[in-house]
């Protein structure tokens, strides 16, 4: 135990002097940095899927490549790369040959790219014409009402479409953009959702102007609704001071979406049947047609549920058709005289 604090001293000192000799030397370094596109034209697009990283050999002292490597470990993507220059690139196919000039370290300036001996580094591009298209969006959102409501349209997409940019063959092969598949039940209320999109099929370097799609679906609750003393008409080719409909109104009961219903008045409601169907189906009553007419902006299927007519069968009646009287003269003169 004799002089202890000495030794401590000089071993530490040893591993200064080690570390020191260490850092004065360079070492060689493999690791895996981002790959750059820059400067590319604005008239072009990318057509093929370049990789997303290298692998790349670099050197410098060690203890700047220890602290790169920790860097990059930690997700810092900016600490190196490799950066391709598409400046002056062109249509078509091409081959970039990395070098030491595609390198960039800005806060690492000592270590350098290390081009392999026995092989060239290379990336292989494909320009094509960039474009612009507008693609539908497919909503993969479904919707189940509670019982007792009623959804009273489809529901409507916002954006119902999306632009899409990048090269022209990639584009071409893009016909829908698909949303995340949701289910929503028993809804007893209108909802807003925002829902993503999804690209996860997306060719490389396609640019989409939205990301996510706002889903409306309008939910009303179910109500009925009568109207009475709506006439009912007999139409056709007929003699109709021989005929007539007995009775000649109904009541009409609807059923259907709350709001909708408030919007119907009996000026939206007509009811008719047609002479010669009662000699086609041979009887003396038939259920009237009746026609409903809604606002253009109504989904009829979704937001009528049923249409009751009260009673339900119309029938043809025959009018009675008094005699004419044939009269002799002197009747005519005996009221002639009743007259004076």
Known sequence: MKHIGLKITAFIFAIALWLYVVSLNSFQLTMEVPVRLARLPEKLAIASKPPQTIDITVEGATFDLMRMRARIAQGDTMVASVVIDLQNAELGSSRVHLTAKNFQAPNFPNIKFVEPDNQLLFIDLELDTRIERDIPI????????????????EATLSPSFVTVSGARNAIARIFEIQTDSLHMDTLKQSKKISVPLKFDSFPAYVTPSDSNVTINVDVQKVASKEFKKIPVQLIGHFDKSLYKLVPDSATVKITGAEHVLDSI????????????????????????????????????DMSIKAAEIIPDKIALVKKEVKPFVYKTNEEYGEEEDEGE
């Open 265 to 300: 008045n009996k000026e939206n409601l007509e009811m008719f049947i047609e002479f010669n169907r009662f000699a086609i189906e041979d009887v003396d009553s038939l259920p009237p047609t009746l026609k409903l007419m809604l606002d253009p902006k109504v989904n009829r």
């Open 138 to 153: 497919h909503s993969n959102v479904t919707f189940n009402t509670a019982a007792g409501y009623t959804q009273t349209e």
